[in-house]
């Protein structure tokens, strides 16, 4: 199969790195050849960070290029509009739509750009729901990865088992029946959307 | 079922040290480096620790080594200038087991002050390099690496990048090498570095490295792939992706020793080839060597000094192809910066106030050079914030510094910063030094340090008393404070810079995210009180933002409570509430 590649961006902090976790774990089940790359350290206060996954028969950079991703999913608004350039064509951004305000926001430096999402649908193929809203619904905002996860998973090509079974064993087993529900109600969206 | 794993390059490295039978593994932890001493500690097999720095932890792999158990060391790039003195003379005595220093450089500056290449203090210091290109042959070359450093007598260096170190890929797990320890014999003429051992010793050096030049024609590590012969590409690590990525039909002479190069492989290939490329990122290491030999080479002419390559960059410089790239929407930066919560931000606030510069240090905190705070001055490495401000005080006098001060952190002030603090007692010093005791290592994720009374193996130990430590240097005053407590910080500090003498403040409080920090409270925001002054927003917690009408909202799934805007409120405008 030729390599697929997907990017994960955010804001430090927000848990990218257990989505990364995930999509190693599925991608490896399949018996790809897969390549994750992602931030540590400095960058990763609050800063702007993104995880590459490259997966495929033979996968050579670690990383994704401008113009080469199939699927984006941005974990914040801004983040999207950042990394959209990174979209291929005919590829797909999953947005969770979410605004953290930039430093450069805060203190006045920048504007926070208005109506990221319809700028972004004139271009490319956009789903944006707020997974925050959905994790509290649920009881446990620290999930809202999870459903961000399955929405990413219903425009990819693994069976929704296979993605349950992955999330089973990669998150804290105290908590593997809410991911599962978080995952169920991401992958809903997803599926309504398409 | 397949027995491949799918392993971040330092969980590899990691892996290839247990498989390699080491028993003695030690460091400071450093992005990209700190991984692997974390993954190394869940091998029972294998002694590991944090020292309080590269110089020590490379003097414990040394000596383990020369006990005869195959040792590591691992650390950051500019860790190896800390651990260069051990370094330049251990490569001259040689090893007993194996030896191994693990330096993780950082091309494009994830996490570091500078982009220095490990691989022009290795050339200085007469030491070999092997430089994997995955997290396969991270394991693998960790391996051979041990196997060289007995084979040749030398330590060795292995190093990776920040891509390498933080990427995941697949690896094939093997079994441990169960070593017997070898026996230790006594060898002043190896190990007892005088002038007359040294310069024996320096002739060996010599015939060892050139020994290895010869042999390295040889290994298996460094292959040539003779495919379409018009171009061909001499290239190392990490950039062999972009290589193959890019030009999947070229010819490549993949190096994985990249010091000292096999000159005769080297002269085959290039006759070989039409047209030779040289891609390796930094500094024109092997480029200038291999052009020095009248070889005829494209390198930094055309590729960049600065920064990580990718495969782009090589379509861009060696196929000048115009990849029509969507350009990036005009967006707000995201910088990095303190955490909602961090107690760095509430000393900071004050200094601020007080109008009072830092002299910085390295850390989470060197995030307080920049907007809104703007309150550190200078950062240059680890340890210098005391010694510098001791500089400026030598040179200007101690009313110069009357409105300067030292920041510095725990778990740097216990790396190097105790070393200068002595200093400014033994010399006379004047000046406040403020440590920022946030009871771990926070920057590169919670690692353990002598000041908090866990080893990196996890087992409780002695934790270093820094309040004791000033005060047994020497130091009068000595005062410890609650970092969030700023009308008491604010009042030690301003009678502290106006003393004739050298204070240290501890400010206290555990780093926000630090493991088993609770938090009881969150803050909330009481739209009708708020008078819109905005002295709330001045720290820059990323919890609070000014919504349209100009009030502010706190974010509760961000605030963690610590209640510094609330003690700016001058308007009873925020609250603190139970969680």
Avoid at chain 1, 162 to 172: A, F, G, K, M, Q
Avoid at chain 2, 496 to 521: H, M, W
Wanted: proline share 4%; hydrophobic share 40%; aromatic share 6%.
């Amino acid at each position: 199969m030729a390599v697929k590649n997907i990017m994960i961006v955010g804001v430090g902090g927000q848990g990218t790195l257990l989505t990364s976790r995930i999509f190693g774990g599925i991608t490896l089940n399949a018996g790809y050849d897969v390549k994750l790359s992602e931030v540590h350290g400095m960058a990763q206060r609050g800063g702007s960070v993104v995880t590459f996954v490259r997966y495929g028969d033979n996968v050579y950079e670690p990383i994704v290029e401008e113009g080469q991703a199939d699927l984006i999913i941005a974990f914040e608004r801004l983040e999207a509009l950042r990394h959209a350039h990174f979209l291929k064509k005919d590829g797909v951004i999953v947005i969770n739509d979410q605004r953290i305000d930039p430093i450069t926001v805060v203190t006045g430096a920048a504007e926070y750009p208005e109506n990221i999402i319809e700028q972004l649908r004139q271009e490319h193929k956009v789903i944006s729901f707020d997974a925050m809203a959905e994790a509290k619904k649920l009881g446990n905002t620290k999930v809202f990865n999870t459903i961000i996860i399955g929405v990413a998973a219903s425009k990819m090509d693994f069976s929704k088992d296979d993605w349950l079974n992955v999330i089973e064993n990669t998150v804290p087993s105290k908590t593997v029946d809410i991911n599962k529900k978080a995952f169920e109600i991401g992958y809903n969206i997803g599926v309504k959307e398409s | 079922m397949t027995d491949k794993k799918i392993m971040l390059g330092n969980e590899a490295i990691a892996r290839g040290a247990y498989e390699a039978g080491v028993k003695v593994s030690a460091a400071y932890p450093g992005t990209p480096s700190t991984e692997i001493s974390e993954n190394i500690a869940k091998y029972k097999e294998i002694y590991s620790e944090w020292s309080p720095n590269e110089k020590v932890a490379a003097e414990v792999a040394a000596g383990a080594s020369i006990s005869g158990v195959r040792a590591m060391v691992s650390m950051k790039h500019v860790g190896l200038n800390v651990a260069s003195d051990p370094l330049y003379t251990i490569s001259y005595c040689g090893v007993n087991r194996g030896l191994v220093f693990v330096v993780a450089d950082d091309p494009g500056l994830y996490s570091s002050q500078n982009e220095q290449d490990t691989r022009c203090i290795a050339r200085a210091a007469n030491v070999p390099v092997l430089e994997p290109s995955n997290s396969e042959e991270a394991k693998e070359f960790m391996k051979f690496a041990f196997d060289l450093s007995e084979k040749y007598d030398t330590p060795i260096i292995l190093r990776t990048t920040t891509r390498l170190a933080h990427s995941q890929g697949l690896v094939e797990l093997g079994e441990r090498k169960e070593l017997d320890d070898k026996e230790y014999e006594r060898r002043p003429d190896k190990f007892v570095m005088m002038p007359n051992m040294a310069k024996k010793r320096h002739v060996f050096v010599e015939q060892r490295m050139k020994k290895m030049a010869e042999d390295a024609c040889d290994f298996e590590i460094n292959k040539a792939e003779y495919n379409d012969k018009s171009i061909g590409i001499i290239t190392s690590g990490i950039p062999y992706q972009y290589v193959k990525e890019t030009l999947p039909n070229a010819s490549v002479l993949k190096l994985g020793l990249v010091h000292p190069l096999p000159k005769k492989l080297i002269e085959e290939f290039a006759s070989k080839v039409d047209k030779l490329y040289i891609v390796e990122e930094l500094e024109p290491v092997i480029e200038e060597q291999v052009k020095s030999w009248g070889i005829d080479a494209v390198g930094k002419e055309i590729f960049t000094l600065q920064g990580e390559y990718s495969a782009n960059l090589l379509r861009k410089a060696i196929l000048k192809q115009d990849l029509n790239i969507e350009e990036q929407k005009s967006v707000p930066a995201r910088p990095p910066i303190l955490c909602p919560g961090c107690p760095h931000r509430s000393v900071y606030t004050v200094l601020k106030k007080l109008g009072i510069h830092a002299a910085g240090d390295i850390g989470c905190y060197t995030l307080g050079a920049v907007a809104p705070l703007n309150v550190v001055d200078t950062t240059i490495c680890m340890g210098a914030s005391i010694s510098s401000l001791h500089g400026m005080e030598k040179a200007k006098g101690k009313d110069y510094i009357r409105n300067w001060v030292a920041v510095i952190g725990d778990s740097t002030f216990m790396h190097t910063g105790v070393n200068s603090l002595i200093n400014m007692v033994y010399n006379k010093s004047v000046g406040t030094v403020i440590i920022l005791d946030n009871s771990t290592t926070a920057m590169t994720g919670h690692q353990d340090h002598a000041a908090t009374g866990k080893t990196l193996m996890g087992e409780d130990t002695y934790m270093i008393n820094i309040y004791a430590l000033c005060k047994a240097i020497g130091i009068e005053n000595v005062y410890e404070v609650d970092a969030f407590n700023i009308g008491e910080v604010e009042n030690i500090v301003k009678r502290e810079v106006q003393r004739d003498a050298v204070s240290v403040i501890i400010t206290k409080a555990p780093c926000v995210l630090l493991k088993g920090n609770v938090f009881k409270y969150k803050c909330r925001e009481n739209s009708e009180k708020c008078k819109k002054c905005g002295a709330c927003l001045k720290p820059g917690c990323p919890a609070i933002t000014k919504k349209c009408d100009g009030t502010i909202v706190i974010d509760d799934t961000m605030c963690n409570g610590c209640g510094l805007c609330m003690e700016l409120c001058k308007f009873d405008a925020i609250e603190k509430v139970e969680v």
